[in-house]
C-alpha cells in the first residue's frame, strides 16, 4: 500500500501545492523511491539521503536527531519564504502528525500555503 505521505518530501515540502510537481516538471522528493522505481543510491539531496536511504524514515519530521541535525538544519537556515514553511511543516508534523498536516494543506491553494 502506498502511502498518503509520499507528497510530502523528507524537508517537509508538499509536492501537491508546487507547480513543477502539479505541471509534471518534477517527480517529487519520494515518488518513486517509495515503489523501488527509482533508486535511493542516485539521489543526490542530503536530506533524501539520511532520511529515507540511510535511517529509513517517512520525513525528517521522524527523526530523533532532527534539533541537531546539520543537514537539514542548513536547509531551514537558508533564505527565503519556502525553507521556513518547511521547517515549520516538519515541526507541525512532528507536533500533530501526518494525517492533520495533509488535512490542512491539501486545501492550500499556492505553493507552501502562501496566499
Known amino acids: 500500500m502506498i502511502s ?9 515540502a508538499y509536492c501537491k501545492t508546487c507547480k513543477p510537481f502539479i505541471e509534471g516538471f518534477c517527480k517529487g522528493c519520494k515518488i518513486g523511491f517509495d515503489t523501488k522505481e527509482r533508486d535511493i ?8 539521503v539520511c532520511c529515507f536511504r540511510e ?3 517517512d520525513t525528517c519530521a521522524d527523526c ?11 536547509w531551514f537556515s537558508k533564505s527565503g519564504y519556502k525553507y521556513q514553511k518547511y521547517k515549520q511543516a516538519i515541526f507541525f ?12 494543506a491539501d486545501n492550500w491553494k499556492n505553493a507552501y500555503g502562501k496566499c
Open 4 to 12: 498518503s505521505n509520499r507528497y510530502i518530501g523528507c524537508c517537509g
Open 41 to 48: 543510491n542516485k539521489a543526490k539531496c542530503k536530506i533524501k
Open 55 to 57: 535511517k529509513n524514515l
Open 64 to 74: 530523533k536527531e532532527l534539533e541537531n541535525c546539520e543537514i537539514i538544519g542548513s
Open 93 to 104: 508534523i512532528r507536533e500533530h502528525g501526518y494525517s492533520k498536516f495533509i488535512a490542512i
